[in-house]
């Protein structure tokens, strides 16, 4: 069962531009974070399966995840620090390891849990999974 830091993520974490070239923005801690940690809940819009598919078609699903019910939350339009988190090992390999993971905390929400110590001033990486990436280089043959 992964801990919770007990402030507001505004105050530990923030975005800024990400250490992988051309991934745009990525997630940092100005605190030490430390494994088991939940560093951040994902928060977005409960799509319909109707309007996933619409978003898709238009190749707006790069913040989509899929939820344990079937939905899909999409948090590319919501104030939500767990977005900003990199796949450092996504269409490129980069010298960055994962230290983080997609997860569940107590309540069954989808967040950024901590798989090693994190240390002020680190990006936060995880994976997105194969999936994600298989329907990624698909869309840009």
Excluded at 8 to 14: S, T
Excluded at 54 to 82: P, Q, W
Aim: hydrophobic content about 35%; glycine content about 6%; some cysteine.
């Amino acid at each position: 069962m992964p801990d919770t830091i007990d402030v507001p993520e505004a105050r530990y974490l923030y975005v800024q531009s990400s250490q992988i070239p051309n991934a745009g923005n990525g997630l940092f801690s100005s605190i030490d974070i430390f494994k088991d940690e939940v560093i951040s809940i994902f928060k977005g819009e409960t799509l319909s399966d109707k309007e996933a598919a619409k978003r898709a078609k238009k190749k707006e699903d790069g913040y989509f995840i899929n939820m344990l019910d079937g939905t899909i939350l999409d948090s590319k339009h919501v104030s939500c620090f767990a977005k900003y988190a990199n796949d450092s090992q996504g269409l490129k390999k980069s010298a960055f390891p994962y230290n983080a993971e997609i997860g569940l905390n107590d309540e069954e929400e989808v967040c950024l849990i901590a798989i090693k110590k994190i240390k002020p001033g680190e990006e936060i990486f995880c994976s997105y999974g194969k999936k994600y990436w298989q329907k990624f280089k698909k869309q840009n043959l």
